[in-house]
């Protein structure tokens, strides 16, 4: 039996090439581009990371993507683990900015060119907020795993105690997978040990988010919400049994909320968070593929 090797960054980033974009007020942030298998793009695909996520998260994706004509983006957000300023780094979350960059992105790389937009967890909802408000205006829309609320609801005392911390401290930092699992480390996001070796070991990884940081992600999580009644593009909803941070019912409601009128809900029992990294992949990459490459008239 041939022994699994670790997984590494360069293994996530084959294929794709190095960028740098500018947000809304001329800050810099890197990027991942994966280009069209042939010489003619036949559309653009614009993916966000989760929280303590990263462009290198969509690797699998991004290749399969490529293989079906489209060139994909992935960048990595303001406030994350990628961000060249460390002061921002797990504690900026601030949604109006993130449009204001979005749109940015655009217009510099797409030029009025059609994408699509993929959203995974954490980047669902901003995925959501910015389609929502007008900030980004895609075909279709793929939203893997969106943590709108968390498996166990916060106690009501615990946010108002939450708020008032973050008013009084708002840069001390906590670690998010206490609220998710008691533990600072990380929890099973992957029936892959090696790629849970890896998430483990990536130096993006934010180990502590500011009080303030996860007031703001809570707010988000309300909002986005509301913001699904507000959804008329075209989406695609994944969701996994075994997620540890949110319920399959919990899934389920919010996806009946989304007021698109064209809209699939794709569940798998045996995944974990991360669809594209876990048991069901080949079937998250060719249904995601056939999603957007639907496009119509």
Known sequence: MTEKRPVTSEDLTRGAKHFVWNGHDGATFPGLVWEAADTKTKEHVLCLHGLSGAAADFGPLARHLST???????INLRGQGNDPDPRRRGH???????????????????????????GESMGALVAVDAVSHG????????????????????????????????WLAPRAKLGPMRFVHGK???????????????LDNIPHRVRGFTLD??????RLMQETQQSAGRLAVPTLMLAAGRDVFIRP??????????????????????????????VDTEDVLGRI????????P
Not at 141 to 165: F, H, I, Y
Not at 186 to 196: G, K, N, S
């Open 289 to 296: 593929t056939r999603w957007i490459s639907e496009t119509g």
């Open 184 to 198: 600072t480390s990380i929890p099973r996001l992957t029936a892959d040990d090696e790629y849970m070796a890896y």
């Open 92 to 118: 900026f979350l601030d949604p109006r900015e993130w449009r204001a960059d979005l749109t940015n992105f655009t217009r510099e790389f797409f030029a009025n060119a059609p994408f699509h937009l993929v």
């Open 249 to 278: 019912d919990q899934s389920r409601a919010f996806f009946d909320r989304i007021a698109a009128p064209e809209k699939e809900y794709v569940f798998y029992p045996d995944s974990h968070h991360l669809l594209w990294h876990d």
């Open 213 to 218: 940081f996860l007031t703001r992600f809570h």
């Open 68 to 74: 079906g004509g489209f060139t994909t983006w992935a």
């Open 135 to 166: 900030a980004l205006h895609p075909r279709r829309l793929v939203l893997s795993v969106p943590v709108t609320e968390t498996r166990a609801p916060v106690p009501r005392w615990a946010v108002s105690l939450l708020r008032r911390a973050s």
